[in-house]
């Protein structure tokens, strides 16, 4: 016999979603025929599996323990230790410096990304168990390409996930954004366009109008010289390459992008500073005011430390305007 009790994580949701995450190998149809058979039971009495889980609740499952071991998925995944630098962390989020060349989430069943850490670093401080992890897995929020740094939020519990996913969803996050793009940009200004999305070539093209998601970006030069241009952007509409294909489309792609930029151009980076991939840092977060979840971070800005290959390059060029800005973006 086991015994589950709801706690945070685990409540607002349907007890047969919470049974399938908990014996997530077992037919549907076994769940059933064990809430049928008063097998699984919920605060003692029977359940049909619709039922909304509140803080408290006690799920019992009269099953031998050989059964909840075969339709339990335990991970038996060895995580490394944390690589990343912790921004900020409470209870429920966990804001970190995401390096290149991670990916978010795992694209592949062998690959290793920001989740996996997650999990790690709340396993090493025992913030959750192996037995937890079948309940409830903590996620990002947000997501970046493998190469772009910066900025992504973890959500360490239910409400924190929820909270951020609404933020996400309303665009009342403010995302700001680090990068060096091709030709002199003096005037702030906020583009707009449609985006569409080649999935087989993983590709996107913008158009000024027609099929596609609306998107906006706004940028803000910081320095610049004749041939590049140091940008702040605010990410308005959040889509895949956004920011990457919006700027190549008005003629001033990303320093380091081979799939959006220029190749002569990027060929002078690598061999200056040895830039491999786009310039491209989620630099800051702006939360909007919070009552209830999450109010801990309400109204704050948290900034991500800049890579070193992209701090190089800032160091290393010869700005004709705003020197002192681009030096300030490092603190």
């Not at 409400?159 to 309303?170: F, H, N, S, V």
């Not at 706004?218 to 895949?240: C, F, M, Q």
Request: glycine share 8%; hydrophobic share 35%; net charge positive.
């Amino acid at each position: 016999m086991k015994e589950i009790i709801i706690r945070r994580n685990e409540a607002g949701q349907r007890l047969d979603k919470l049974l399938k995450k908990y014996l997530s190998e077992a037919p549907s149809g076994f769940l059933y025929k064990m809430l049928r058979k008063k097998n699984i039971v919920l605060n003692g009495k029977k359940a049909t599996g619709n039922e909304k889980l509140t803080e408290g609740d006690l799920v019992r499952l009269y099953l031998a323990d050989e059964t909840i071991c075969k339709f339990s998925a335990r991970s038996d995944s060895v995580y490394g230790g944390m690589p990343m630098e912790v921004i900020y962390e409470d209870e429920d989020l966990l804001l970190l410096n995401k390096p290149s060349g991670m990916l978010s989430q795992k694209a592949e069943k062998k690959d290793t990304s920001v989740v996996e850490y997650v999990i790690s670093y709340m396993l090493e401080k025992k913030e959750i168990t192996e037995e937890d992890l079948l309940l409830f897995k903590p996620a990002v929020c947000n997501r970046l390409d493998r190469n772009t740094s910066g900025i992504i939020i973890a959500g360490k519990s239910m409400p924190g996930l929820q909270t951020m996913g609404q933020l996400l969803k309303e665009r009342t996050l403010g995302k700001y954004y680090l990068c060096a793009v091709k030709g002199q940009i003096r005037k702030e200004r906020r583009i707009q366009g449609f985006l569409w999305k080649d999935k087989e070539q993983n590709v996107v093209k913008i158009t000024k109008e027609g099929e596609g998601a609306p998107i906006e970006t706004e940028y803000l030069p910081l320095a610049w010289n004749d041939s590049v241009t140091l940008l702040k952007v605010h990410l308005i509409t959040g889509k895949s390459h956004q920011i990457r294909a919006h700027l190549a489309s008005i003629g001033n792609p990303l320093v380091g992008d081979y799939k959006y930029g220029d190749p002569v151009f990027n060929e002078f980076y690598k061999k200056q500073f040895q830039i491999t991939s786009q310039l491209l840092h989620a630099y800051q977060i702006t939360f909007p005011t919070l009552r209830g979840e999450c109010k801990a971070v309400s109204g704050k800005t948290f900034t991500a430390k800049t890579p070193e290959k992209f701090w190089r390059m800032i160091r290393g060029t010869a700005w004709e305007h705003g020197i002192q800005e681009a030096l300030e973006v490092q603190h």
